[in-house]
C-alpha cells in the first residue's frame, strides 16, 4: 500500500527513522542519565527521583541480580508492581544487568501468575507485599528460585517511607498474612548491590529485553518477544511524533496507566526518559478524588490514559477547576476513545485528546493522530514513521480503496514473535511478513485510518484485553455449568463489560454464585458483569458455539 498518509504528517516528523541511533534501551538509559542527572526523573507520594539516584539505584539492583543472584544474560525477571519509585529501580536494573523483563499484573491471581511465571521461566522476582501471598500459592511450582519483596513505601525516605508502610499494613489492612522463605527485602537487595561491582553485558537490538504477555484466541496468555530493537524503534517513532511539541528538560507527564502496560511502559517511561521529562507516577488512579488532588499540585505538560480514565477525570467537580495552562498534549490509546469524551476533554482542558493505536506486539504504536488536529475525527491516526500498513481480506489479498480488511502491520516496533510458540507465531503473520492485528480497518484517501470491528473475538475492558476462551474455561469449571459461551457488551464506563451466556446443569445455580466463582479465577476486569442464562446456545454444524449469532441477537 502507498504511504498515502505521509502527506499529511505534522511538519517536522519524518518518514523513516534511524534505528541506529540508540544500539539498546541500556544506551538509551545511560544517555538519559548522564545529559539530566540533577533532575526530577520520578515523583511519587510527595517523593521525587533524580536522574542521577535512579541512574545510583537501578546500578545498585543491576550489581544484586548479576552478583548477588548470579543472573546471566537473558535470565527472566518477573516485575510484580503497580506504579511506584521501585519499578522504574527495579526494570533498568534488570536490563543493565542483561536480563529480561517479564512484566505482570500484580491483580492477577495466583492461577494467571502460575501460568505467566512457568511459561516465562523466570528465576527471579520483585513483588509488592500486597501481592506477595498470591505468590506464595504458587512459588514452588515455578522456577523462580530468588524473591524480592517491597513495602509500597520503601523508597520515600525516613520518616515518610515507615508511616507509609505502616498505615498500608496495619491502619488499611492491605497486605493480607504471607510467607516465602528466604525472600529478600528489596532496600537490603540495593545495600547489597551497591558494595558490589557491576560488569557491564553488552546488548544489541537483537537482544530480548521484555516478554510481554498478551492473550489470543486460544484463551491462553503468550509472550511477546519485544527485543531492544523493536522497543527502541517504537520510542523513536513516538519521539519523532511528538518531538515538535516538546522540549528537552521542560516537560512533566502524568502517567496514570500501570507502567506494566506496554503503552505506559513505552510511551511515558521510555519515550520521556528520552527527553529527560519528570514523570509523576499515579499509584492508584481508581481513587479519582486523590488523583485529581495530585493533578492539582503540578503544572503538567503531557497525560496519556484510556477513554474510561478520561471520563471519570471529566466527570470530578475537582477536576474543572484545575489549571491546564501547560498541557500541550493529551493522547488517548488501549481502547476507543469516545467522542462525547473527546469534546469534553476539549471543552474543559482547551486541548484536543489525540487517540492513538498499538498492541503488545508493535511495542506498541501503530497509529497516532496528529496532535495539532483541531477536533476529534472518530481515527485511530496516522501510521508513524517506518511503519507499514495494509488492509487485506480473508484470503490475504489487499482490498480496494475504501473497503474494510484486517489491518496488517510491518515495521521495526513488531515483535520477534511468540516465545516458545512457533505455530501461534506463523499464524500471526502473513507471508510477506506483516503482522496480522484482528482489527478490521479502513483507510480513506488523506491516510487516516479507522477501525470498524473487530475480528477476534477479544473484549476490551478498560484499555485490558479479556479473551473470551479464558473467562469459557473458568465459568466451565463450575459444576453447575453445562455449556458456556463469553463475548463483550458495550459498557458506558468500562468501554466493554464482559457477559456470559450459559446452560445450567444445575437448574439451582445463580447468577451471583457463578460471579463469585468467577472472582476466585480471574483477575477483577475479566470477571463477567452480567449474566444470561440460556436453554441452548448456537452451534456451527461441527458443534462450535457461535458467539456472534449470540452477539447479533442481543
Not at 43 to 72: H, K, N, P, T, W
Request: with cysteine; net charge neutral; glycine share 10%.
Amino acid at each position: 500500500m502507498d504511504k498515502i498518509w505521509l502527506k499529511n504528517y505534522p511538519p517536522g516528523v519524518p518518514a523513516e527513522i534511524d534505528t541506529n541511533e540508540l544500539s539498546s534501551l541500556v544506551d538509551l538509559f545511560d544517555r538519559s542519565v548522564g545529559a539530566f542527572g540533577a533532575q526530577v526523573a520520578y515523583m511519587c507520594m510527595g517523593r521525587s527521583m533524580s536522574y542521577a539516584e535512579l541512574d545510583r539505584y537501578s546500578r545498585d539492583f543491576a550489581a544484586y541480580l548479576q552478583c548477588e543472584v548470579g543472573l546471566i544474560k537473558g535470565a527472566r525477571v518477573a516485575l510484580m508492581m503497580p506504579n511506584c519509585l521501585q519499578y522504574p529501580v527495579a526494570m533498568f536494573g534488570v536490563l543493565r544487568a542483561g536480563c529480561v523483563v517479564v512484566n505482570v499484573n500484580p491483580l492477577y491471581t495466583a492461577r494467571e501468575l502460575e501460568h505467566q511465571l512457568r511459561d516465562a521461566g523466570c528465576e527471579a522476582i520483585v513483588i509488592v507485599e500486597n501481592f506477595a501471598h498470591t505468590l506464595q500459592e504458587v512459588v514452588a511450582r515455578t522456577s523462580v528460585r530468588h524473591v524480592v519483596v517491597t513495602g509500597l513505601g520503601d523508597l520515600l525516605g525516613f520518616p515518610k517511607s515507615a508511616v507509609v508502610n505502616f498505615v498500608i499494613r496495619h491502619v488499611r489492612k492491605m497486605v493480607p498474612p504471607w510467607r516465602l522463605p528466604g525472600y529478600q527485602k528489596f532496600n537490603a537487595a540495593l545495600d547489597r548491590g551497591r558494595s558490589r561491582d557491576l560488569q557491564a553485558v553488552p546488548v544489541g537490538h537483537d537482544d530480548l529485553a521484555y516478554l510481554q504477555y498478551t492473550g489470543g484466541t486460544t484463551g491462553v496468555a503468550k509472550g511477546a518477544m519485544l527485543t531492544h530493537g523493536n522497543v527502541v524503534a517504537n520510542l523513536l517513532q513516538a519521539h519523532a511524533w511528538i518531538s515538535p511539541y516538546v522540549k528537552l528538560g521542560e516537560e512533566l507527564i502524568i502517567t496514570a496507566l500501570p507502567l506494566y502496560h506496554i503503552f505506559s511502559l513505552t510511551a511515558n517511561c521510555l519515550t520521556f526518559l528520552k527527553i529527560g521529562a519528570a514523570n509523576v507516577l499515579i499509584t492508584n488512579p481508581r481513587d479519582i478524588q486523590g488523583f485529581v488532588a495530585e493533578l492539582g499540585r503540578h503544572r503538567f505538560t503531557v497525560i496519556t490514559g484510556v477513554n474510561t480514565l478520561f471520563n471519570a477525570l471529566l466527570n470530578d467537580p475537582g477536576f474543572v477547576k484545575l489549571d491546564f495552562s501547560a498541557l500541550k498534549i493529551a493522547l488517548g490509546g488501549g481502547m476507543a476513545v469516545q467522542q462525547s469524551v473527546a469534546d469534553r476533554w476539549k471543552a474543559v482542558t482547551g486541548k484536543p485528546l489525540a487517540e492513538a493505536y498499538g498492541l503488545t506486539e508493535t511495542s506498541p504504536a501503530v497509529c497516532i493522530n496528529p496532535l495539532d488536529l483541531p477536533a476529534f475525527n472518530h481515527s485511530i491516526g496516522l501510521p508513524i514513521s517506518s511503519t507499514s500498513i495494509s488492509l487485506r481480506d480473508d484470503e490475504g489479498r489487499e482490498v480496494a480503496p475504501g473497503e474494510a480488511g484486517e489491518l496488517c502491520v510491518k515495521g521495526p516496533q513488531v515483535m520477534k514473535g511468540y516465545y516458545g510458540r512457533s505455530e501461534d507465531t506463523a499464524r500471526a503473520f502473513t507471508s510477506d511478513g506483516f503482522l496480522r492485528t484482528g482489527d478490521v480497518a479502513t483507510i480513506d484517501s488523506e491516510g487516516f485510518v479507522r477501525i470498524v470491528d473487530r475480528k477476534k473475538d477479544m473484549i476490551l475492558v478498560s484499555g485490558f484485553n479479556v479473551y473470551p476462551n479464558e473467562v469459557e474455561d473458568v465459568v466451565a469449571s463450575h459444576p453447575g455449568v453445562m455449556e458456556v459461551a463469553a463475548l463483550g457488551v458495550p459498557d458506558g464506563h468500562s468501554g466493554e463489560a464482559v457477559k456470559i451466556f450459559v446452560v445450567r446443569k444445575d437448574p439451582n445455580l445463580t447468577a451471583e454464585a457463578l460471579i463469585e466463582h468467577c472472582r476466585a479465577g480471574l483477575t477483577g476486569y475479566k470477571v463477567p458483569r452480567f449474566v444470561e442464562f440460556r436453554e441452548s446456545l448456537p452451534k456451527s454444524n461441527v458443534g462450535k458455539i457461535l458467539r456472534r449469532a449470540l452477539r447479533d441477537s442481543g
